[in-house]
């Protein structure tokens, strides 16, 4: 899959920091593997990737409570604009930390080790919002 060098450029030299994700940070990705990057949710990103050439996907197919839009580049290149980016950084070092996509067989099953990770750190941020609201 041919990926167009000027797309990557544009994203790192751009104000924001994008992320590495999917097979490529987990290092499972194939010969003609999508490129797969994550970028914190901003004012202002929706129309910067849209400069970019990226097309907002109408559905994502993504299983994550904190994805909120994923952009797609002709050029094989997807980025998921996240609500919160250090969670989502945060969940995919604990599951290559832990090697725990070893036993996922497939896509599905990947996808299930990832919703249960980000679930669970979803619910013990937002457990903890709540607790210091009480105080």
Same mark, same amino acid.
């Given at each position: 899959?041919?990926?167009?060098?000027?797309?990557?450029?544009?994203?790192?030299?751009?104000? !924001?920091?994008? !992320? =590495?994700?999917?097979?490529?940070?987990?290092? /499972?990705?194939?010969?003609? %593997?999508?490129?797969?990057?994550?970028?914190?949710?901003?004012?202002?990103?929706?129309?910067?990737?849209?400069?970019?050439?990226?097309?907002?996907?109408?559905?994502? %197919? !993504?299983?994550?409570? #904190?994805?909120? /839009?994923?952009?797609?580049?002709?050029?094989?290149?997807?980025?998921?604009?996240?609500?919160?980016?250090?969670?989502?950084?945060?969940?995919?070092? #604990?599951?290559?930390?832990?090697? =725990? =996509?070893?036993?996922? =067989?497939?896509? /599905?099953? %990947?996808?299930?080790?990832? +919703?249960?990770?980000? /679930?669970?750190?979803? &619910? &013990?941020?937002?457990?903890? +919002?709540?607790?210091? &609201?009480?105080?």
């Amino acid at each position: 899959m041919f990926h167009n060098p000027n797309v990557f450029f544009a994203m790192a030299n751009s104000e !924001y920091k994008f !992320y =590495l994700t999917g097979s490529r940070f987990f290092g /499972t990705q194939q010969q003609n %593997s999508d490129w797969d990057f994550f970028v914190q949710k901003t004012i202002s990103i929706d129309n910067d990737l849209s400069g970019m050439g990226f097309k907002r996907e109408e559905k994502p %197919s !993504y299983i994550d409570p #904190i994805c909120d /839009t994923v952009w797609k580049h002709p050029d094989g290149i997807h980025v998921q604009v996240v609500d919160d980016g250090r969670l989502k950084e945060t969940a995919q070092l #604990i599951i290559q930390n832990n090697n =725990l =996509l070893r036993f996922a =067989l497939s896509k /599905t099953e %990947s996808a299930l080790v990832w +919703k249960a990770v980000i /679930t669970t750190l979803v &619910e &013990e941020r937002d457990g903890l +919002k709540k607790e210091s &609201e009480s105080w």
